[in-house]
Every structure is written in structure tokens, then in C-alpha cells.
């Protein structure tokens, strides 16, 4: 059975930082791209990040880019998402994916092709 618990959400000053962490059950986060979302209350979840199982290429959303940092820890079966210089604009529930890799595929950024998710972790950055 497939889990990914994320953790390591909480409230933030803005220009603050946090690290959330997705700990990985039943697939191995070096065998699968690993992808970070976040939505908001009657928004669509929205790409943040994503890491390549191959080569370990890292993919950002331009709203993030220079901000965040995806990493992967495969001894520990972790993903995790390092923000930093956090905007208000950056509350949202935040959730960690996996993607079934396939050769050629690029559509990181897209939530419809995601297999497993986990239950998201709140983060809120205060003005």
C-alpha cells in the first residue's frame, strides 16, 4: 500500500522559511518523479515543484523559482521542499506526488498525471 505523509507545515512571517518533508511507504521515491502542489480553497492545485528520477532534474513553477528548493533523500525514501523568502501569496495546503516516469514524458507541472498524493500539510505565511 502507497503512502506519502507530508509534514513540517505551520504559520510563518513572511520572509521566513520552512521545510516541508514527504516520507514515502510502499514506492520508492528514486524510482518515481516526485512532485510538490499546493491549492488553495476553491482553486485548482497548482504546480510548485517536481524532481526527475533519472537524473534528479528539478522543475519550478516561475512564482517559486529562486525560492524553493526540491531535494530528494532516497536512503531515507523522503522528499522534501525547502522555502524560503516566503510571500503571503505562498499560503496554500501543500501536497507531495508521485508520477509513474515514463521515457520521453515531460508534463511534470500537470496534477492529472500524478498516481499517488498524499493529505497535504497547511502552510500560511502572515503579512
Known amino acids: 500500500q502507497v503512502q506519502l505523509v507530508e509534514s513540517g507545515g505551520g504559520l510563518v512571517q513572511a520572509g521566513g522559511s520552512l521545510r516541508l518533508s514527504c516520507a514515502a511507504s510502499?514506492?520508492?521515491?528514486?524510482?518515481?518523479?516526485m512532485g510538490w502542489f499546493r491549492q488553495n480553497p476553491g482553486k485548482e492545485r497548482e504546480f510548485v515543484a517536481a524532481?526527475?528520477?533519472?537524473?534528479?532534474?528539478?522543475y519550478y513553477a516561475d512564482s517559486v523559482s529562486g525560492r524553493f528548493t526540491i531535494s530528494r533523500d532516497n536512503a531515507k525514501n523522503s522528499v522534501y521542499l525547502q522555502m524560503s523568502s516566503l510571500e503571503p501569496a505562498d499560503t496554500a495546503v501543500y501536497y507531495c506526488?508521485?508520477?509513474?516516469?515514463?521515457?520521453?514524458?515531460?508534463?511534470?507541472?500537470?496534477?492529472?498525471?500524478?498516481?499517488?498524493w498524499g493529505q497535504g500539510t497547511q502552510v500560511t505565511v502572515s503579512s
Open positions: 510502499g514506492l520508492p521515491v528514486g524510482h518515481y518523479n
Open positions: 524532481i526527475e528520477w533519472s537524473d534528479s532534474s528539478t
Open positions: 506526488a508521485a508520477q509513474i516516469p515514463a521515457v520521453g514524458r515531460r508534463d511534470f507541472s500537470s496534477h492529472s498525471t500524478y498516481s499517488y
